[in-house]
């Protein structure tokens, strides 16, 4: 019972990245052109929440097993300054997180509580890449109970790929730009094939926004060692979001993802096909 739930909550962890390098292609478009670079002005503040539900089915035996997944998050972020390379130096309060697996071997949840208050810092650049983590390494132990306790990368992950791509020059309405993002650790190797269009500008609670539509193909295959078993991945699948750039205040407004995965977990001798689907909800609110 405990390699399925592990299974799973192996399964909603693992698409994050450590260390990321990208490939961008720019295809020509329309006459009108927005400057979509990040852009915040010092002092800013906006608060980041999420909601993650979606559903982890795997077969044995001949039987569907169906798990829950929901994870919230309610974090403040403050613009602490900005260097002459346009880098952004941003300062995160941990406000709330939640992250629950309904089961029907037994739920699982990580008690986040002891990170409220915690701020970390790390810098994204005008084209959206974080770098320069601090004060990670300080935050207080986080059990995920069969996963053990987090590590400073594991904190550091969901920062990597918070903020889209967005190419240095000004682009137009219907004009499209390709990117890859592939990554891998100790026990992952992750490749994502994106691609971008401007669908048109908007108006999003006041705003002025550029609505962009994002797919992208994904491939994720790795190792896990669990209480002396391996558990191996082959997973592919799809994605595709909506996002609202808020080409004036220099930073994204919201974010709606929904992915589908597949594949097979081998554990010990056991070959366990899977599909994953989530649907994720990203906003930000500028004080």
């Known amino acids: 019972m405990k390699y399925l739930i592990l299974i799973t909550f192996l399964l909603t962890t693992m698409f994050t990245a450590s260390a990321a390098t990208h490939n961008t292609k720019l295809m020509n478009g329309q006459s009108k052109t927005y400057d979509r670079k990040y852009n915040l002005t010092e002092n800013t503040k906006f608060t980041l929440t999420f909601e993650t539900t979606g559903k982890q089915i795997t077969k044995q035996c ?14 403040v972020f403050s613009v602490l300054k900005i260097d002459n390379d346009g880098n952004i130096e941003l300062e995160v309060e941990y ?71 967005m190419p240095a020059s000004p682009k137009n309405v219907g004009e499209s730009w390709t990117e890859i993002v592939s990554f891998e650790n100790d026990d992952e190797i992750e490749q994502n094939n994106f691609a971008y269009t401007i669908l048109e500008e908007t108006k999003v609670d006041g705003y002025n926004c550029l609505k962009i539509k994002a797919t992208r193909e994904i491939t994720n295959s790795g190792v896990t060692v669990q209480n002396g078993t ?55 609110n500028f004080d």
């Open 62 to 75: 001949g039987e569907n097993i169906e798990a829950k997944i929901t994870s919230t998050g309610n974090l």
């Open 95 to 165: 406000k709330n997180l939640t992250f629950n697996l309904g089961h029907p071997k037994g739920p699982l949840k990580t008690d986040f509580s002891p990170l409220v208050g915690h701020k970390v810092r790390f810098s994204i650049s005008a084209t959206g890449k974080a770098f320069g983590f601090e004060g990670f390494e300080d935050l207080p132990p986080i059990n995920r109970d069969l996963l053990g306790l987090m590590t400073k990368e594991d904190h550091i992950k969901p920062f990597t790929k918070l903020f889209p791509f």
């Open 230 to 284: 391996e558990i191996e991945r082959e997973l592919e699948g799809e994605g595709e979001s909506i996002i609202y750039f808020a080409y004036e205040e220099g930073m994204v407004l919201k974010i709606e993802e929904a992915t589908a995965l597949e594949g097979t977990i081998r554990a010990g001798d056991q070959i366990i096909p899977t599909s994953k689907e989530t649907i994720t909800k990203i906003k930000m």
